[in-house]
């Protein structure tokens, strides 16, 4: 060990003429200990209910989407374009895309929908829808246990498996609630499109059976949307055997549309989540930065803390300073001895904030520390918690260097001592 923290331990650790220094000393390292703790524990849970809303958001739709800038694409060059984009690096699934308004009746009941055509075998692959989907839960609960049903059960059911079955659909769960409906209940589809009749224009409908609904959480997506096979959905809009686009499923969120702009060509446009939801994710940042920013003040509170202790201790040492000085101690050495009692108090309030932070994290995620309201958090059975090394070593980071940083000015006091006047006064 230096010499220099060598002896700034022995002043920390030495008794103290004026107790209350050493209290405040303690005191410091405390709340630096707290503002971390606190800091680790909010941020992470802000990035576990970021996480879990982004997929809640993300789930039911394609990471992007290649539409036509102008009417629909034909079966011929579909099949063209869907193999262009394949062959794009990062591009996980391709399948059809459709996505329109349409009206769902039930009896008395009727609601507004958009309405999705999805190809039942791609769709499990192309989004990840099949993490949302439940067959009995919350609908029929008078109904005895039944063995459980996987997402791609789930999603066949949109096909009639025999001559004259329904052709299924699924709906958010507020939506199937909304109207009243129970797993295999039929409900009418009512398409914006229109055929012509000797009475005048009847708009296409057709009658499908509740399959199954899905649950993500965001009202805005349960409440509004329905599933359907995408054949069924071309037959409702009159589109034959053309398409509205595709859906692509990436290697990641974050991938550059480039080269999907580029593979599609100049007759598409590309569109992706991030656009439609970026208000929605600037406000979570913004709120991320503002929780950071206020709970940084616990810290600078016991910053100010350990400037006033190491003052106090600098004038209760002063002829312990002027012995040092007068043995042959530099004025630079005093000024690091005082600099390490710093450190040593910052680095203890930093690491156990740390260690207290992440067993806290723990416990909440482990445990049901913090009750969840139903429908919540559907891919969460306790609270979203996620530690994001980055804003650890942000965290202990900057607190460790604000740590530095504050002794200086009591380290150079130190410095400043004239051995001579003190000595004289001892």
Request: proline fraction near 5%.
């Amino acid at each position: 060990m230096r010499i220099e923290s060598h002896i700034g331990l022995r002043f920390l650790k030495a008794p103290r003429q004026t107790r209350s220094i050493s209290v405040i000393t303690w005191i410091s390292a405390v709340g630096v200990m707290l503002g971390v703790t606190a800091l680790i524990i909010a941020i992470s849970v802000m990035n576990g209910f970021r996480e879990n809303m982004t997929l809640a958001v993300t789930g039911t739709v394609p990471n992007m989407r290649v539409m036509p800038k102008e009417g629909t694409i034909s079966a011929e060059e579909a099949r063209a374009l869907k193999q262009r984009l394949e062959a794009v690096p990062g591009v996980r699934a391709v399948a059809p895309y459709f996505s329109r308004q349409a009206f769902i009746r039930n009896s008395d009941e009727f609601r507004a929908v958009v309405l999705r055509g999805v190809d039942p075998q791609a769709e499990l692959d192309l989004t990840q829808l099949g993490l949302f989907l439940r067959d009995r839960v919350l609908l029929d609960l008078d109904l005895e246990e039944a063995p459980p049903v996987t997402p791609g059960e789930i999603m066949a059911r949109l096909v009639p498996r025999v001559s004259g079955e329904r052709a299924g659909i699924i709906m958010g769960l507020d939506l199937a609630r909304g109207l009243g409906l129970r797993l295999g209940d039929e409900v009418e589809v009512v398409s914006t499109t229109q055929r012509m009749t000797p009475i005048g224009p009847v708009p296409l409908m057709k009658k499908f059976r509740l399959a199954g609904v899905f649950q993500t959480g965001v009202g805005a997506t349960d409440e509004v949307t329905a599933y359907v096979a995408h054949r069924y959905a071309g037959r409702l809009f009159r589109l034959g055997e053309n398409s509205l686009g595709f859906g692509l499923r990436m290697d990641s969120l974050d991938t550059s549309p480039a080269p999907v702009i580029e593979a599609a060509g100049d007759g598409y446009r590309v569109t992706g989540w991030a656009e439609e939801n970026r208000n929605l994710f600037q406000v979570m940042r913004l709120e991320k930065v503002g929780v950071f920013l206020i709970l940084i003040l616990i810290i600078v509170v016991s910053f100010f803390n350990i400037i006033s202790s190491l003052v106090m201790l600098v004038l209760e040492k002063r002829g312990a300073i002027a012995v040092l000085m007068s043995l042959g101690a530099t004025r630079g050495l005093v000024r690091r001895v005082f600099f390490m009692q710093g450190v040593w108090i910052g680095a203890l309030g930093t690491l156990s904030g740390l260690s207290l932070g992440l067993l806290g994290c723990w416990l909440l995620k482990t445990y049901d520390l913090v009750p969840l309201p139903q429908g919540v958090f559907p891919l969460a059975r306790h609270l979203p918690v996620r530690v994001d090394w980055q804003d650890l070593a942000l965290i202990t980071g900057t607190s460790f260097i604000i740590c530095l940083l504050v002794t200086l000015y009591p380290a150079g006091r130190a410095a400043g001592t004239d051995p001579v006047v003190n000595l004289r006064n001892e």
